[in-house]
Nanobody
Framework: QLQASGGGLVQAGGSLRLSCAAS????????MGWFRQAPGKEREFVAA????????WYANSVKGRFTISRDNAKNTVYLQMSSLKSDDTAVYYC????????????????WGQGTQVTVSS
């Protein structure tokens, strides 16, 4: 199971760092992805990282503002979010995938409870 945390209320232009911790499972061999879901919308891809090689890929909407990283020792993935906009408001989820470099939510699993990010303008 994956547990996302670190969300909160922030003003536009501010920053937040989200964490995704895995319990009872090593993340080696997985791609770890961050997705978000706003009310009335589908879950959309934000960023992902290959655990073994550290390669990353991002949605165009967050490229240059968000950075995904991992900590092997803590079995944790992070999403550093900067220059936040009101459009970034959503519940953020992390998931794990064995499908290479996927941006599809259906290719990810082990979803845990998300964390709410609210950006005020």
């Amino acid at each position: 199971q994956l547990q996302a945390s670190g969300g909160g209320l922030v003003q536009a232009g501010g920053s937040l760092r989200l964490s995704c911790a895995a319990s009872g499972r090593t993340l080696s061999g997985y791609d770890m992805g961050w997705f978000r879901q706003a009310p009335g919308k589908e879950r959309e891809f934000v960023a992902a990282i290959n655990w073994r090689f550290g390669s990353t890929w991002y949605a165009n909407s967050v490229k240059g503002r968000f950075t995904i990283s991992r900590d092997n020792a803590k079995n944790t993935v992070y999403l550093q979010m900067s220059s936040l906009k009101s459009d970034d408001t959503a519940v953020y989820y992390c998931g794990a995938s064995v499908t290479g470099r996927s941006r599809k939510a259906t290719d990810y699993g082990y979803w845990g409870q998300g964390t709410q990010v609210t950006v005020s303008s």
